[in-house]
């Protein structure tokens, strides 16, 4: 009778152990696809943030060169690279009679925004008529 306690005894112990490891590697499961979840995440809302910046940028950039164009109605430029807020931008402001195209790319850490603006320009104002975010 001793010989079959410690048989049972020996059994439950080996199930007890048996349910401890299946729930600490369920746990450990968890909470390594939590933690990978957690950093996909974090890089979605630093490439959105990076997009948001270069976006910023190439607003800015766009703005000074309707700034140009106020302050002398014949400017031109290509390839102009401005060094702004952190990140670069390249402008060109092109000319074709009364109408002027402003294109501009904001750079921010390998993340590009590219804006196209057109403006009427008369004598003595400037009327901005398309300016659109381009996806390439």
């Keep these: 009778m001793f010989e079959r306690k410690k048989t049972i005894q020996s059994q439950s112990g080996f199930a007890a152990i048996v349910c401890v490891v299946v729930v ?3 746990i450990l499961i968890i909470a390594k696809t939590a933690s990978l979840l957690s ?3 974090i890089e979605m809302v630093d490439a959105e943030s990076k997009g948001g910046e270069a976006l910023a940028l190439a607003e800015g950039c766009g703005e000074e060169m309707l700034r140009q164009l ?3 109605n014949q400017y031109e ?3 102009l690279i401005l060094l ?3 990140g670069v931008c390249d402008a060109t402001v092109s000319r074709a009679g009364e109408q002027a195209v402003i294109e501009t790319v904001g ?3 390998d993340y590009y925004k590219r804006i196209l603006i057109t403006a009427g320009i008369a004598s ?3 009327t901005v008529t398309g300016w659109q975010e381009v996806n390439e």
């Design 107 to 109: 750079n921010r850490q």
């Design 77 to 79: 430029v290509t390839g």
């Design 70 to 72: 106020e302050l002398d």
């Design 124 to 126: 003595s104002s400037i």
């Design 24 to 26: 600490s590697a369920t």
């Design 39 to 41: 950093l996909r995440e």
């Design 84 to 86: 702004m807020g952190g």
